[in-house]
Every structure is written in C-alpha cells, then in structure tokens.
C-alpha cells in the first residue's frame, strides 16, 4: 500500500524538530553525564520504548545479511555518532555542532551515486558544493585563530566524525527499508548501539546518582522523542525517498537549533558561523530543485493516454 505524498514530508519535519532539540539537550546535559554514559542512558530508553512497538506487531525476522548490516549501523550510527557528538558538544555549541554535521549530505550523496545507483544532478552537485563551503565556513569560524575564539578543533573534528558515521549508516540503511518495517531496524539498530556502549555503565549509574531529576528527565527526553520517534520516522522516509533527497532535508536543523539554543541555552555560533549557515540553506534550495524535462522528452499525449 503507497503512502500519501504528506506523510514522508511530515515524517521530515517530525524528525528535524526532534534533532535539532537533541543538540540542545546534549550541550545541555553535558554538565551531568560524560559522552559514553549519556549516549548509553539514550540509548536504553530508546531501545525499550522501540522494541513495544516493535515486538507488538510481529514483524517478519531479518535475514542474516540484514541482521549484519543492522549490527554495523547500531554501532555506526547509534554507539560511535552519539559518544562523538556528546562529546564534540562539550567543545562547541549547539548550533554550531548542528550546523558541522550538514556536511553528511555530501557524502550521501556521493555514496548514493556510487552504491545505491541513484542519480547526481547538476543541481545536486551545485547545491551540495554551496552547502560544504558553508560548512568550511563554520569549521572555520570555530577554530582558535577564527572568529569564534571559543571554539575547539577537537570538538569540530568529533562533529565531522559524527557526520561520517551518518552518512555510512544511512547508505546501508537504505536497502533494508525495501523489506523491513522501519521501526524494526531502528530498534534493532538502537539495542546494538546500547550494547556497544556497555562500558560505559558505571558512569551512567554514577552520574545519574548525583545528577539533578531535571537532567535526567531530559536524558529520558532524548531516549524517547529524538532517538526512538525520530530515527523511527525518518527511517520511514527513507523509505518512501531517496537517500540524497532526504539526506539535505537535514540543513534545515542547524536553524532550528540555534533558535533553541538562544531560548534555552542562552549562547550562539559565532558570527560568521551563520553566514556558513546561510550558505548551507542556499546550497539545500539548489538541490532540492528537479531538473526540467526537456519538451521533446515529455510523453505525448497519446503515449501518456496509453499509461493510464
């Protein structure tokens, strides 16, 4: 059964909203939990509230390839994105965290074109070259001898590797949507990812001791909204399109971070930060464009009369 054109475009803007508030909170909680235990608190609460959905519905078992692919994304996605992230978030802000993970698209994209056969435009490309260079911006606002004295290089380099693990998982996700329900391999996924980062139990326990009950409400919050809503829903739209196409929705976070950030947080990226930002966003509206089908390739109207 198809469905409706909204719903992937409302499963998109549920999970941007949801992420784009997860950078907030981690930079958030980062004064109570330690990258390792705070992925692995997430992650917890994540994978038990997926897997009553989950278990619910007697969804078909993956095959042993999809089990393996499942296990790399867990770890990828769910374990080695998490600890990067919490971790670079202790170094830089929110939104300028937000903002240095949009440079997974390009590599979406080109791991699209090249694995998952799927067609690079010339708006995609134009579109996604903009969006680096607003990206190159940001890295370089954020570094020591940039505008934004604050920042740390490390932190920067963790956010990229956090980029990298997305855009790795997200192409080996792709297959999998063909046959699976998405809320099967998001709680799969989402229990590697846990189980990778059982190490870090006696932090977690430690610190949740000795943490307010506001933050760990908020640790309960990204378990449940921003890990098991959204990568539910967005690997519902992963479903319905394509990798590249989905993959530069995600720009739209780094604005919606920032508005957050000042609300709650109080702090903002550096100045010129936000013109790689804008960068960005202009690199997402020429990718987003379809190319024009040229006249004497449109079908005829008797042609088209015989396809319906």
């Not at 903002?99 to 799927?118: D, K, T, W």
């Not at 001898?145 to 956010?159: A, I, P, R």
């Not at 006696?202 to 449940?224: E, F």
Request: with cysteine.
């Amino acid at each position: 059964m198809t469905s409706p054109a909204w719903l992937p475009l409302a499963a998109v803007g549920c999970t941007l909203v949801f992420w784009a508030s997860a950078f907030v909170a981690i930079r958030h909680l980062g004064q109570d939990f330690s990258p390792g235990a705070l992925s692995l608190g997430r992650l917890l609460v994540g994978s038990v509230c997926l897997a009553v959905v989950a278990l619910s519905r007697g969804v078909p078992r993956p095959t042993r390839q999809e089990l393996g692919t499942i296990a790399v994304i867990g770890v990828l996605w769910f374990g080695v994105y998490n600890v990067a992230l919490n971790a670079g978030e202790r170094k830089v802000d929110a939104g300028t965290a937000a903002m240095l993970i949009q440079v997974s698209p390009v590599l979406i994209a080109l791991m699209a074109a090249v694995f998952l056969n799927e067609r690079f435009t010339l708006h995609l490309g134009l579109g996604l070259a903009l969006a680096f260079g607003g990206v190159a911006l940001i890295a370089l606002a954020t570094s020591p001898s940039g505008e934004g004295s604050t920042g740390d290089v490390v932190g920067v380099l963790l956010c990229l590797l956090s980029a990298v693990a997305y855009s790795i998982s997200l192409i080996l996700q792709k297959p999998l949507m063909v046959r699976l329900p998405a809320v099967q391999v998001t709680w799969l996924a989402c229990t590697v990812g846990a189980v990778s980062c059982l190490p870090f139990v006696g932090d977690l326990v430690d610190q949740a001791r000795h943490a307010p009950a506001s933050s760990s409400w908020w640790l309960v919050y990204l378990g449940v909204f921003p890990t098991a809503i959204a990568f539910t829903t967005y690997a519902f739209a992963l479903k319905n399109m394509t990798a590249s196409n989905l993959g530069v929705t995600t720009y739209l976070v780094p604005p919606i971070t920032i508005v957050l950030g000042l609300v709650f947080l109080g702090e903002a990226p550096p100045t010129m930060a936000y013109a790689g930002g804008v960068l960005a966003l202009v690199g997402v509206a020429v990718a987003r464009r379809k190319p024009r089908v040229p006249a004497a390739d449109a079908p005829q109207p008797e042609t088209a009369a015989l396809h319906r």
